[in-house]
């Protein structure tokens, strides 16, 4: 393990992430560039003391988990993700690992896409990166514990799903295409060990998941028409389309209205107390 190596990595990669970028709001009283420790340690779901240790080289050796956390909250490539899989002594993932890292390029359409919700997820369903307006929609997913943060196990077994305000037909599409995804990501990563721990908790943890599991369909994301609960909203009948980066089977998800819709007033106002609450 190189300590002073990677501590000095985990510095420079902090203060090269701004907190828009995932899903933070900037303040106006910032007294240090990029990230706060606080706000790393609670995107990696880290203690702080544990960040400050490894950035000044203390402590012991992190394990690959914890290093696997800290390079998707770093919001790092791949190069400079197995850089730090190796300063940490271990050797970086192997293909046939699902990808938890977004592309640099991925991160800049969603600062572009300020005005509509966005998220992008891993191939099992894991929310990677999110723009403002997606946490004013969804809530603060930075709040969810990081092996929780995940719309699949979100939809079974979290709180999160008192934002679902479907109707029995609507709940019950949604239900099996996120059994389906995880049925298709099964197929492509077949040794995932996050994937199969997901899996067999999600199987033990709620009998409607056990049953849509054994009946063996297999799909990806598709675009759909999704209603959602917001505390100061109501709910929301939103157009939710699909982008596919294959690289990684990452998806990109992205609500909207039509213009001039109670939908799209909706979005409106969001913007404004949505991103207040933020």
């Known amino acids: 393990m190189n300590r002073a190596g990677l501590a000095e990595i985990l510095r420079t990669a902090r203060a090269r992430v701004r907190p828009q970028d995932v899903g933070l709001p900037a303040g106006t009283r910032r007294q240090v560039p990029g990230l706060r420790r606080e706000e790393l340690a609670m995107l990696a779901g880290l203690s702080v003391d544990y960040v400050v240790r490894l950035e000044q080289g203390r402590g012991p050796r992190p394990s690959s988990q914890v290093i696997a956390a800290l390079a998707q909250a770093l919001r790092l490539a791949d190069?400079?993700?197995?850089?730090?899989?190796?300063?940490?002594?271990?050797?970086?993932?192997?293909?046939?690992?699902?990808?938890?890292?977004?592309?640099?390029?991925?991160?800049?359409?969603?600062?572009?896409?300020?005005?509509?919700?966005?998220?992008?997820?891993?191939?099992?369903?894991?929310?990677?990166?999110?723009?403002?307006?997606?946490?004013?929609?969804?809530?603060?997913?930075?709040?969810?514990?990081?092996?929780?943060?995940?719309?699949?196990?979100?939809?079974?077994?979290?709180?999160?799903?008192?934002?679902?305000?479907?109707?029995?037909?609507?709940?019950?599409?949604?239900?099996?295409?996120?059994?389906?995804?995880?049925?298709a990501a099964q197929a492509r990563y077949p040794n995932d060990p996050d994937l199969i721990r997901m899996i067999a908790e999600l199987r033990r943890g709620n009998r409607r998941f056990d049953e849509l599991w054994r009946e063996g369909h297999s799909s990806p994301w598709r675009a759909a028409t999704k209603s959602i609960r917001h505390p100061r909203l109501g709910t929301i009948s939103l157009d939710c389309d699909i982008m596919l980066l294959p690289d990684g089977h990452q998806t990109v998800l992205v609500y909207s209205a039509e213009p001039g819709s109670p939908e799209a007033t909706a979005l409106d106002m969001l913007r404004v107390i949505g991103l207040q609450q933020v």
């Open 79 to 183: 190069d400079d993700r197995d850089l730090l899989f190796r300063l940490a002594g271990h050797e970086p993932p192997q293909a046939g690992r699902i990808a938890m890292v977004v592309r640099p390029s991925v991160l800049r359409l969603l600062d572009r896409m300020a005005d509509l919700p966005v998220l992008v997820l891993s191939a099992k369903g894991d929310v990677l990166a999110w723009n403002p307006l997606g946490a004013a929609l969804q809530g603060d997913m930075s709040a969810w514990p990081r092996r929780q943060r995940n719309l699949i196990w979100q939809r079974f077994l979290g709180s999160s799903r008192c934002q679902v305000a479907a109707g029995t037909d609507e709940d019950d599409a949604a239900a099996r295409a996120s059994v389906g995804t995880l049925r």
